[in-house]
T-cell receptor
Framework: AQKITQTQPGMFVQEKEAVTLDCTYD???????LFWYKQPSSGEMIFLIY????DQQNATEGRYSLNFQKARKSANLVISASQLGDSAMYFC?????????????WGLGTSLAVNP | DAGITQSPRYKITETGRQVTLMCHQT?????MFWYRQDLGHGLRLIYY???????DKGEVPDGYVVSRSKTENFPLTLESATRSQTSVYFC??????????????FGAGTRLSVL
């Protein structure tokens, strides 16, 4: 079963508008972390934001915020005031505390296109 | 701050040849990882290393060999390249931690084509 699900293969947003990229996860571990990465067309993977399962507040990093709904097991990425440079693939990933390999479990990504 | 660098960025090779992809990080991170990225599969972990001389298999280790004699280097070798190993390869590193927050930082990737 998929542990990380990103249901939107592609999204479009108008420049300066906000956009939400969905991510749902599945784990029985009470301690876990959720990560979002950006992959622009140049190919590199860029870390954006992290949310811990015990964090009381939703994570924010500049224009990025994470809408964390623990009971629903969702960790949606919100990008406010979209810019053309936000056009990229976005990946959600999870790390569970169980195990020592520090392995991240990845979703298949959402392609975001920002229109001028 | 050099961070994490991969070389080469692009490589074309032939079936059956040995290929080594290099990864070097300057952060003294304990953990290093190799992933491959393919359409429809996302990122899949090939091998990882918790420290020098400690390596372990990920999801898709067959056909790959790794070593880590120094903390900063984590080369990935394809002993006898096959067409199915055509992919984009990413190296990543993270500072060890006992909690879930353990951000992995990625290199720029190596695009490998096996003809």
């Amino acid at each position: 079963a998929q542990k990380i699900t990103q249901t939107q293969p592609g999204m479009f947003v108008q420049e300066k508008e906000a956009v939400t990229l969905d991510c749902t996860y599945d784990t029985s571990d009470p301690s876990y972390g959720l990560f979002w990465y950006k992959q622009p067309s140049s190919g590199e993977m860029i870390f954006l934001i992290y949310q811990g399962s015990y964090d009381q507040q939703n994570a924010t990093e500049g224009r990025y915020s994470l809408n964390f709904q623990k009971a629903r097991k969702s960790a949606n990425l919100v990008i406010s005031a979209s810019q053309l440079g936000d056009s990229a693939m976005y990946f959600c990933a999870m790390r569970e505390r169980a195990g020592n390999n520090r392995k991240l479990i990845w979703g298949l990504g959402t392609s975001l296109a920002v229109n001028p | 701050d050099a961070g994490i660098t991969q070389s080469p960025r692009y490589k074309i090779t032939e079936t059956g040849r040995q290929v080594t992809l290099m990864c070097h990080q300057t952060w003294s991170h304990s953990y290093m990882f190799w992933y491959r990225q393919d359409l429809g599969h996302g990122l899949r972990l090939i091998y990882y290393s918790a420290a020098a001389d400690i390596t372990d298999k990920g999801e898709v280790p067959d056909g790959y060999v790794v070593s880590r004699s120094k903390t900063e280097n984590f080369p990935l070798t394809l002993e006898s390249a096959t067409r199915s190993q055509t992919s984009v390869y990413f190296c990543a590193s993270s500072l060890d931690g006992s909690i879930a927050k353990n951000i992995q930082y990625f290199g720029a990737g190596t695009r490998l084509s096996v003809l």
